[in-house]
């Protein structure tokens, strides 16, 4: 199983700012298309934005379009997700997801093979 590892979760006021951190192994991420997810309680986990293997396609949720803004470093072996102008409703735990040997990344849970603990986001009004 491959280790994801996230980071910069934590609480945060309304109109506010994250940056979330994925780390991989270096081997496998390279080779990877990305994506996050998240899950807020009571719901399903669903999907945020996701990155192709180079980078050069993104897709994201209408929700957090304009908002949110996926990025990857494949000489560092590092997923981010910046988030601005955070509203209550992101609250959630956000997912790191890997999409080993594709290009492109998904919309569909079921199209990644490897996922992260969560690191929790909390947007307070």
């Known amino acids: 199983q491959v280790q994801l590892v996230e980071s910069g979760g934590g609480p945060v006021q309304a109109g506010g700012s994250l940056r979330l951190s994925c780390a991989a192994p270096?081997?496998?991420?390279?080779?990877?298309?990305m994506g996050w997810f998240r899950q807020a309680p009571g719901k399903e986990r669903e999907f945020v934005t996701g990155?192709?293997?180079?980078?050069?396609?993104?897709l994201y949720t209408d929700s957090v379009k304009g908002r949110f803004t996926i990025s990857r470093d494949n000489a560092k072996n590092t997923l981010w997700l910046q988030m601005n102008d955070l509203k209550p409703e992101d609250t959630a735990v956000y997912f790191c997801?890997?999409?080993?040997?594709?290009?492109?990344?998904?919309?569909?849970?079921?199209?990644?093979?490897?996922w992260g603990q969560g690191t929790q986001v909390t947007v307070s009004s």
């Open positions: 990155i192709s293997r180079t980078g050069y396609s993104t």
């Open positions: 997801a890997a999409r080993a040997t594709n290009y492109f990344s998904s919309t569909f849970r079921e199209g990644y093979d490897h």
């Open positions: 270096g081997y496998f991420f390279s080779t990877s298309a």
